[in-house]
């Protein structure tokens, strides 16, 4: 392997540089922790690319600046941790809404509120699936080391201008603030989708238009194409309505679009499962606690094996019930009070006991503790 | 009935782990770093570092984990200690019932005085530095040739450039001579 190809990074760091390889080139933010060292990172790292960084007022303007920054024709991003995101999600509906694309990165520590700020959590799960109001569907991925960082952050651009949404990566404070030597790819080595523009002269341009995959064409402003965004609900010209059939069109737009087409979005690492009778479903830092039980547990002859998932939303019911379909027993195990483990009840069929493992006090759970809990379920 | 699997398991799986532990200041994250781009290097080994992070880094003792394989590592915090090197009396207190049974203890003789064990690695890392390296500041540098010396879980060589690399300028020839002197010092120890 040639050296010069492998960095030592932070979780975070990884992020910058994944993000700076899909094409991030607007930053905005507020720093908070555990996140800081992204908003660093892209502070010293955009301007040799020709990006822009700007530290905003708060977590509103930093949301908006990006928005702006999208319609533009640019890929942003902006990064926070929970008190931040809660602040950003009126913003983040209204990208929705609009269909503009942009990442936001939500590096997890304890709340509720101001909580734990240099303490583990996973517990904004939910809501970077039910953040803001309004019915809607959302992407999330969860990467869960530094190398997983760098790609999924390539991922989540990619998704993002695939379907012109706001992307949420969560991270969490442990894989943020960890350091690996993680392989560097060349130019090239990983697809990067740029957002379909419109290929009709402006005056025959439909802003919202109904395409076959639910996704229109958008064109930066400043390019010569005029059109209206509002977060009003809004007819296929952008203008505002109220008629009921318009309305319907677009929320299943919005539905559609990411619905019809999960085979695109899923991800999941599936280990040792293929004779497995007792499970670990988990995402983020607590599947590489998970990797590392079922390896020991293995070692002793114990049929168990892990489910991780790097697509949290939209939530792959129909593949975790197919892997899980030879299962007894499923342990899903997370650091909150409870929040992936009830997808994983509606996914699965009753006879299959879907059991807790949670750990809330800030720290990260262990693989002994994953083995504690499988001694306990056999 | 519960069934018994952690009593089972042998954690004899490739994987090393190490800690520099110390009180803020001492350079423990700085050497923890440099240990792992000097084991990373050359690309054979997988390497993970972890820190102490807010409150706990303000605190007493403060430490830096460095996990090693050469299989993917799966879980990226220390689990167990191969080695642990303890440059205050605090930190040992803290960090030695996270050592594995066998595994290498390394302190800082100047500083630490009670010896939880017979069966450690000492050297005054601090003493070392101030009096044969030019300064108390090169301490960890001194720590850290010592365990090259008594691991030869990474080259000395390397050892030497990535050190080179992250130290400020001016302070080269003091950080080679405080890596000398630890690994030498730590040869004459070894078992």
New interface residues.
């Given amino acids: 392997?040639a050296?010069n190809k492998?960095k030592?990074l932070q979780g975070n760091g990884a992020c910058v540089q994944g993000a700076i390889y899909a094409g991030l080139r607007f930053f905005a933010g507020y720093p908070i922790?555990?996140s800081t060292e992204i908003a660093e990172n892209c502070a010293r790292f955009l301007p040799q690319v020709g990006g822009r960084f700007i530290q905003m007022e708060d977590e509103l303007g930093s949301m908006a600046a990006i928005i702006g920054a999208s319609v533009t024709g640019m890929k942003s991003m902006t990064a926070t941790s929970g008190p931040g995101y809660s602040l950003m999600q009126e913003n983040i509906g209204y990208a929705y809404m609009t269909e503009i694309p942009c990442v936001v990165v939500n590096v997890q520590r304890g709340g509720p509120s101001t909580g734990l700020?240099?303490?583990v959590s996973q517990s904004d799960t939910m809501q970077a699936r039910w953040g803001t109001h309004g019915d809607y569907n959302a992407i999330a991925v969860a990467p869960s080391?530094?190398a997983d960082t760098f790609t999924e952050t390539i991922r989540a651009f990619n998704l993002a201008e695939r379907f012109r949404t706001p992307v949420t990566i969560l991270l969490d404070?442990?894989i943020a603030?960890?350091?690996?030597?993680v392989p560097i790819p060349e130019e090239g080595e990983y697809e990067i989708v740029n957002r379909v523009k419109p290929t009709k002269p402006p005056e025959e341009y439909i802003p919202y238009e109904i395409t076959e995959n639910f996704v229109s064409p958008m064109p930066g402003y400043g390019e010569g194409y005029r059109y209206h965004i509002t977060g009003l609900t809004h007819n296929t010209l952008g203008f505002s309505t109220n008629e009921p059939e318009e309305i319907v069109v677009k929320l299943d737009k919005l539905k559609n679009k990411i619905d019809k087409f999960q085979d695109e979005i899923m991800k999941l690492r599936v280990n040792n499962m293929d004779d497995a009778e007792v499970a670990f479903v988990s995402y983020g830092?607590v599947s590489?606690?998970a990797?590392?039980a079922v390896?020991?547990?293995r070692?002793?002859g114990?049929k168990v094996g892990t489910i991780q998932l790097y697509t949290i939303w939209p939530f792959p019911y129909d593949k975790l019930r197919e892997i899980c379909s030879r299962c007894q027993k499923v342990i899903v195990a997370e650091l909150n009070m409870g929040q992936i483990i009830h997808e994983v009840r509606r996914a699965l069929p009753e006879d299959i006991e879907v059991l807790p493992l949670q750990r809330y006090d800030g720290e990260?759970l262990?693989?002994?503790q994953l083995?504690?809990k499988?001694?306990?379920v056999? | 009935m519960a069934v018994r699997i952690l009593d089972k398991i042998k954690t004899s799986q490739d994987r090393f782990e190490i800690r520099l532990s110390g009180s803020g200041g001492q350079g423990m994250i700085f050497g923890s770093v440099v240990l792992c781009e000097a084991i990373g290097k050359e690309g054979a080994k997988n390497v993970v570092q972890s820190q102490s992070y807010g409150p706990e880094a303000r605190g007493g003792a403060s430490k830096a984990d460095v996990v090693i394989s050469s299989e993917e590592i799966y879980y990226p915090k220390a689990m167990k200690l191969d080695l642990l090197l303890a440059m205050t009396q605090e930190a040992l207190d803290k960090y030695y019932k996270d050592l594995k049974e066998n595994g290498i203890l390394v302190v800082d003789t100047s500083l630490v005085t009670e010896m939880p064990t017979k069966d450690y690695y000492g050297l005054p890392f601090t003493q070392m530095a101030r009096e044969e390296a030019g300064h108390v500041m090169v301490a960890n540098v001194v720590a850290l040739g010592a365990i090259c010396a008594l691991t030869g879980i990474v080259k000395k060589e390397d050892l030497i450039e990535a050190v080179l690399l992250r130290a400020p300028r001016g302070t080269e020839d003091r950080n080679r001579k405080a890596l000398e002197i630890g690994y030498n010092e730590a040869l004459k120890l070894k078992k």
């Fill in positions: 392997m050296k492998r030592l922790t555990p700020p240099t303490k080391t530094v404070e442990v603030h960890m350091r690996a030597i830092s590489r606690a990797l590392q390896s020991l547990a070692s002793v114990v990260i262990t693989p002994t083995l504690e499988l001694e306990e056999l």
